[in-house]
């Protein structure tokens, strides 16, 4: 090589990295820039206390991101994990013996028992989503829309407008509990990260999700068993999404309709803004995680420098427009590069 040719080589090499790394960068970028700012704009920000805080208000939205992590590697969409989870939660409450002033006809049973059934109630809700989207054929961005009014209804028709206090201990403890100090939450979310890491990099199922989400076709000719695939990570999503609600309304104090609705904008928005393609097949929990972070210190911090609560939720808009520009960008170039090469 020529010294003329070394920096034209040196120059490809970084838009190679560039096209190829700027759903990792970006991101990375944003979080690093948001902890500078919000730690120059307010001295309260940068604790150890605040930090916590930022990890335990992720927590819940974190164990929806990862089953929604896996939907999304695979090409497709998830739309009724918020709802999900609150059925989810309000069906633990329901098989829980409730103070009178609660005003709600339940069906009180031992806590375990109301844990297990709670949990079979959102597997049956994913597998049946996974059954229209595999074996009917439905989108599905269609299906879990559907889904979504489905577990919506369930809320409703158990609690009746009412609110449900009571929850079984074991919820309760890792709803809003601590072990020498740290919440458990935060424990339980990190646990189901690093097992959703493992899972995705190291085992045969997770090659077979990027592989369903990066080319279908090519994963069939392989022969995955690309419907079952899909189905499983709809089923995944349904029951992390349920389990996250089961803490959810222990870490509230409560369970009542509509309770996590935001849930479903957030964990979206963290997949997204963590660089994970919507097209599938790219990114994974590391992605997921920064998403996370990006979110939790742009929320925190905006309550620390006291901003309007309404020009907080355009703020979040318009980070999260930012992103799928990114995403979407991001794909174009890796598209125009892979033709070219």
Not at 163 to 191: C, E, H, N, T
Not at 197 to 213: D, K, P, S
Not at 259 to 284: E, H, K, N, P, Y
């Amino acid at each position: 090589m020529t010294d003329a040719a070394k920096p034209a080589g040196k120059s490809l090499d970084l838009a190679h990295v560039l096209r190829n790394q700027l759903r990792n960068i970006a991101p990375l970028i944003t979080l690093i820039a948001l902890v500078a700012f919000f730690s120059i704009a307010s001295p309260s920000f940068m604790t150890l206390d605040n930090f916590a805080n930022i990890l335990a208000q992720v927590s819940l939205t974190s164990i929806i991101a990862v089953g929604l992590t896996f939907v999304i590697l695979t090409g497709e969409i998830d739309l009724s994990v918020a709802a999900v989870a609150n059925a989810t939660g309000i069906v633990v409450a329901f098989f829980t013996l409730q103070p009178a002033y609660a005003n709600i006809q339940n069906l009180p049973l031992p806590g375990l028992v109301a844990v297990i059934l709670a949990l079979a109630t959102c597997g049956l809700l994913g597998l049946v989503t996974a059954f229209g989207v595999t074996r009917i054929g439905i989108p599905s961005f269609i299906m879990t829309l559907a889904m979504m009014q489905i577990a919506a209804g369930i809320s409703a028709m158990l609690v009746r407008g009412q609110i449900a206090y009571k929850f079984p201990d074991i919820i309760q403890v890792l709803g809003s509990g601590q072990y020498i100090g740290v919440r458990w939450l935060i424990i339980v979310a990190m646990l189901v990260l690093l097992i959703a890491h493992l899972v995705l990099t190291y085992t045969r199922f997770g090659r077979y999700v990027y592989m369903t989400g990066g080319n279908r076709d090519a994963a069939e000719y392989s022969g995955v068993n690309v419907k079952f695939i899909i189905g499983a990570v709809m089923v995944i999503s349904a029951v992390l999404s349920g389990f996250s609600g089961m803490l959810g309304v222990a870490y509230f104090g409560s369970a009542q309709q509509n309770q996590f609705d935001t849930f479903l904008l957030d964990a979206i928005a963290a997949v997204v803004v963590g660089g994970t393609s919507l097209f599938g097949g790219r990114g994974g929990i590391g992605n997921t995680i920064i998403g996370l972070l990006v979110l939790g210190v742009l929320n925190n911090g905006l309550d620390h420098v006291n901003i309007d609560s309404f020009l907080k939720i355009l703020i979040r808009g318009l980070i999260l427009l930012i992103a799928l520009v990114v995403n979407v960008y991001a794909q174009m170039m890796r598209d125009s590069s892979t033709a070219t090469e």
